[in-house]
């Protein structure tokens, strides 16, 4: 099973990603985190919309296609897909009286979801811009917590 060279699926969960941190901008519910060190928030801007791009479009893998061995394994990518979309929407309601665990599920949401995508789909691409939006992410939010 294989998709052609756009992902829908993965275009509708950025789509939604992007949806949930405008609604959360428009209520004024999300921080302006940024790190003092320029370097910090450069990487974690390149991870984000490396990811996002990544997502949607299979540069850099073999056949520029994504692909799965089995329909479990497609079944298991929609369902992790949704449930991280889900958790990291039910984050945001929770925002305005959670904690520092909100906050970090916040950063560590879609991280882990372009993680997942990038394993499951088999796109090492994908893999590295997860880490580095992942690991840089957490440094914003660990600085200004």
Not at 45 to 64: D, E, K, S
Not at 123 to 135: D, N, R
Not at 136 to 145: R, S
Request: charged share 10%; hydrophobic share 60%.
């Amino acid at each position: 099973m294989s998709f052609g060279w756009i992902n829908w699926i993965n275009m509708a969960a950025v789509v939604w990603l992007i949806l949930i941190n405008v609604i959360a901008a428009r209520k004024g519910l999300s921080d302006s985190f940024n790190s003092k060190h320029l370097i910090v928030n450069i990487f974690e801007q390149i991870g984000r919309y490396g990811c996002m791009a990544l997502m949607i479009l299979p540069m850099f893998t073999r056949g520029w296609k994504f692909g799965f061995r089995s329909v479990v394994e497609m079944l298991v990518w929609i369902c992790l897909t949704i449930l991280l979309l889900v958790i990291y929407s039910l984050l945001w309601v929770k925002k305005a009286n959670g904690g520092v665990f909100v906050l970090y599920g916040l950063a560590f949401a879609p991280a882990v979801l372009f993680l997942l995508n990038g394993i499951i789909l088999r796109h090492p691409a994908l893999v590295v811009t997860s880490l580095v939006f992942g690991i840089f992410h957490f440094l914003i939010v660990k600085e200004n917590v």
